[in-house]
């Protein structure tokens, strides 16, 4: 892995956050991180499915979009963390919290500490870590373990795509 496929999955990662923020807007403002955790969990699980299976079900939905869709939801609860005091916030705001939380990652991201071991349950063990402390978590903490299961997350969707399109 290099850090042009990792530029290029974040653009993709960004492309999709903001067609669907456009469509949705800020919906996810309004709902607890708990919840965006379960919605994590869900994706996470039908990862999991689909692996374990060797095929999916659901044909529309490829395996590499799911991903996708954890690493944004990972990023909302990261933006959230950031916002959640505010009352108003903008697009654009979020936009460029969204591309700071990325920065932020590629700065932690090291190729060389990645391990092959990390699978699809080390993600879902620190997920499980979160819906067991709900609110008894700290915001630093929250904090690095999302940064954490996002590092895990990219790690994971690049082991997953097809050598051709890195």
């Given at each position: 892995m290099n850090h042009i496929s990792i530029d290029f999955l974040m653009r993709k990662c960004e492309e999709l956050f903001k067609e669907k923020l456009k469509v949705y807007d800020l919906s996810w403002k309004?709902?607890?991180?708990?919840?965006?955790?379960?919605?994590?969990?869900?994706?996470?699980?039908?990862?999991?499915?689909?692996?374990?299976?060797?095929?999916q079900e659901v044909e529309d939905e490829k395996v590499i979009?799911?991903?996708?869709?954890?690493i944004n939801y990972i990023v909302i609860t990261l933006i959230k963390l950031n916002i959640d005091f505010k009352k108003k916030i903008s697009h654009s705001e979020v936009m460029n919290i969204y591309i700071q939380k990325f920065d932020k990652l590629k700065e932690l991201y090291d190729d060389n500490n990645q391990k092959?071991?990390?699978?699809?349950?080390?993600?879902?063990?620190?997920?499980?870590?979160?819906?067991?402390?709900?609110?008894?978590?700290?915001?630093?903490?929250?904090?690095n373990i999302c940064l954490k299961?996002?590092?895990?997350?990219?790690?994971?969707?690049?082991?997953?795509?097809p050598k051709k399109i890195n």
């Open positions: 309004e709902i607890k991180i708990s919840s965006i955790i379960d919605q994590i969990f869900i994706k996470v699980i039908r990862i999991k499915n689909i692996q374990e299976r060797g095929f979009d799911t991903f996708i869709d954890v092959e071991s990390i699978s699809i349950e080390n993600l879902l063990e620190e997920i499980l870590y979160l819906k067991q402390k709900k609110t008894k978590i700290l915001y630093k903490k929250l904090e299961m996002l590092n895990m997350t990219i790690f994971l969707l690049m082991k997953n795509i």
